[in-house]
């Protein structure tokens, strides 16, 4: 094997595709079996935990060092995205100043798989004489951390999925389920809606599917809307203008009628500039109603192999209110 000069670690050693699949593998294989055993380890402890997470006026701490650092960071925020508020404080910071963020009535949450981890003494030394409850993971019942901890939440004491039993990995990965777990079952205690969490995600796809239409369509004159009985060359310029894609066709009292879209027109484009608005339209469209989520529409024009929909009033349903088109579902923007 070659070894750099400046460096213990071999130079490029060959891979073996066969044995990296099965390496592989055989870690997903261990985490898989080690989080059935934790979710068959749950118990009153786990619901007293919820308990408390549930009933605090304050926020959530998470705490932990290292690896265990790392999965508090994403616990505190899947707490706070999910109703709790939560922050993670990490032990070194904490004793050069950053024990001032703990205030009375917070609860800590503190992970460490050995229980003995040095740097967390002087957050639950701190956190305790303001009366902070604490919520102790992990997997060593005779810890220090176990016997500081008013709920403990003991982790199924496992081998690590790494072949040296040394990288924390299964460990991490039933922290990281542990959390999650307890974010869901506070959050549904709460009786946490989807109108709930779209408070909290309005950015990005999450909260582009938890939208409503209403609230990205396309409007008043940027709706592309022509009369049954308009000249094709009309349509076609008002469908260039609007760049959908798409023109609404419209009879009496302004209801909507049909559609055309740039599939009609090539397949009339033998005698298009002969024919109006109704002879080349597609009768009884696809729409939605006012108030139709944006992830229910998108589902909709991919199953009926559309790219556009037209919003139709709560009060008057054959009348048009709006447009959404494909990308404005996919992108989470209208105008």
Partial sequence: MQVSVNSPWPIRPAL?????????????????QAL??????????????????LNTHQRVIVTGMGKSGHIGRKIAATLAATGTPSFFLHPAEAAHGDLGMIVRGDVLL???????????????RH?????????????QPQSPLSQRSDV?????????????????????????????????AVMESRGWTRDHLRILHPGGSLGSRMAYVDEIMHTDDALPLVAAGAPMKEVVIEMTLRRFGIAGVMGHDSNLVGVITDGDLRRHCDDLFHSSAQDVMTARPITVPEGTRCEDALALMQSSRITCLFVMSANRPSKPVGLVHIHDLTSGRGS
Avoid: W, Y
């Fill in 16 to 32: 073996d595709p066969v044995r990296a699949v099965a390496h592989g593998r055989r870690v997903v294989e261990r985490e898989g």
């Fill in 36 to 53: 059935l055993e934790l979710a068959s380890s749950l118990d009153e402890s786990f619901a007293a935990a919820t308990e408390v997470l």
């Fill in 110 to 124: 503190v992970l460490s798989n050995s229980g003995a981890t040095a740097e967390l003494d002087a957050v639950l």
């Fill in 127 to 139: 956190g305790q004489t303001l009366g902070c409850a604490v919520i102790g993971v992990t997997a």
């Fill in 152 to 184: 403990l939440l003991l982790l199924p004491a496992l081998p690590e999925a790494c072949p040296k039993n040394m990288a924390p990995t299964t460990s991490t990965a039933l922290m990281l389920a542990l959390g999650d777990a307890l974010a869901v």
